[in-house]
């Protein structure tokens, strides 16, 4: 790993700022800009079907290399991809009906990924239109039980993290809310809130490295994955599906230092600018946190405090209280916990603010959006002086 690490980090870095320039990162700060430029042929540019082709080849090369990355957030952008090329293909002239393709598309994303089709749509409502005027949209509810019906046909009907029975009775369980709730909003904002500073560049001499060799620098990152997972046994790599769901069934009792790795591994992932998401990695990490919590109360399921732990550290990281609740809800096919799962993810959502006040998603697709105005502002300018050369 001390070799493919690093040598597979800079050869994705490599690809995607050689031929697939737009497949860096989560994906879906793309999906959601798209949704708001004006300009369709930047729109094009960035849910290019070669840039989503790249973007599986690219995840896909990063989870080899050990990178602590998730597929679900370049699925968004994938579907994206796809229903946005369909759209161009049937003379879509109506901008509303474009972006209504774009949306149902990274609806679809999420549910193919995890197989959780009510997921897909409220994650659609909450985090990509940010608005509930798409929600009787039949385009999206078609695209999202179209990729659900496709994903079955192909896997099976499969429940991502199996079924569990456990619950949260009222009463002093309900101590596990509070401190998942607490511990996931404040862990999950922080988590933010350096991704965010990360994406305005390091400072100082190693910032300078880092903008003019970023393919040495990428190569660096995974020589600190490699390292970390090592350290760590080899359980910080890839998604992270494996710990999470061994946590959850209660095959294994990860220590709080695996907490301390992952969320180390998944910063430094996220940081070398390869194409990768962070909706596993952080379901991976919120089991690892409700584990740890699970072993102070011994008079609450275990199972059911690594389910609050998730739902709180996701939520904190993601900002969004009703897609964190139903994705785990769906996930784990366990309405049982449902109410406890909400309540979990709405005080985490209120401690994340408090860290990171701020939606990531939404800044990283506003930075987004400055730099394709000053990239199309730097284009035009450019034809403008070849405009203006003498013959």
């Known amino acids: 790993m001390l070799i493919v690490a690093p040598a597979g980090l800079a050869l994705s870095t490599w690809l995607t700022r050689t031929f697939f320039q737009g497949a860096q990162g989560s994906g879906i700060p793309q999906a959601i800009a798209t949704l708001h430029i004006e300009n369709f042929s930047v729109v094009d540019r960035i849910l290019a079907l070669r840039t989503a082709l790249g973007k599986i080849l690219l995840t896909t090369l990063g989870l080899v290399c050990g990178a602590s990355i998730g597929r679900e957030g370049p699925t968004v952008q994938v579907g994206a991809a796809i229903m946005h090329a369909f759209s161009r293909l049937m003379g879509h002239a109506n901008i509303s009906a474009k972006r209504g393709m774009i949306l149902a598309g990274g609806a679809a994303g999420v549910s193919a990924a995890f ?13 990509l239109s940010h608005s509930f005027e798409q929600r009787t949209s039949g385009t999206t509810l078609t695209g999202v039980v179209l990729s659900g019906v496709t994903a079955i046909a192909l896997v099976g009907n499969y429940t991502y993290f199996g079924h569990t029975t456990v ?3 009222i009463g002093t369980a309900w101590i596990a809310v509070l401190a998942c709730g607490i511990l996931g909003g404040l862990t999950g904002g922080l988590f933010s809130a350096i991704l965010m ?36 046994g080899g359980a910080t790599y890839g998604t992270g599906y494996e710990q999470a769901r061994s946590i959850i069934v209660g095959h294994e009792h990860y220590p709080a230092s695996f907490f301390i790795y992952k969320y180390l591994a998944t910063i430094i992932s996220y940081c070398s600018g390869i194409p990768g998401g962070l909706f596993a990695p952080s379901l991976s990490i919120g089991a690892s946190i ?88 730097k284009k035009n300018f450019e034809d403008y002086k070849q405009k203006k050369k003498p013959e």
């Open 115 to 127: 197989n959780t089709p009510l997921a897909g749509i409220v994650f659609a409502i909450e985090e």
């Open 167 to 169: 619950d949260v009775p």
């Open 197 to 232: 500073k990360a994406s305005q560049g390091l400072p100082g001499a190693f910032g300078r490295f880092t903008r003019e060799h970023p393919i040495s620098f990428a190569a660096l990152c995974g020589l600190l994955l490699a390292i970390i997972g090592i350290i760590s």
């Open 290 to 377: 409700g584990g740890w919590v699970a072993q102070f109360l011994p008079h609450t399921a275990p199972g059911a405090v690594v389910l609050l732990g998730m739902v709180a550290y996701f939520c904190g990281v993601v900002q969004s209280p009703l897609t964190a609740t139903v994705i785990v809800m769906e996930m784990c096919d366990n309405q049982q916990v449902t109410l406890a799962l909400l309540a979990t993810s709405f005080l985490a959502f209120g401690v994340s603010r408090m860290v990171c006040s701020h939606s990531l998603y939404s800044r990283l697709a506003d930075r987004f959006m400055d730099a394709q105005e000053q990239t199309l502002q």
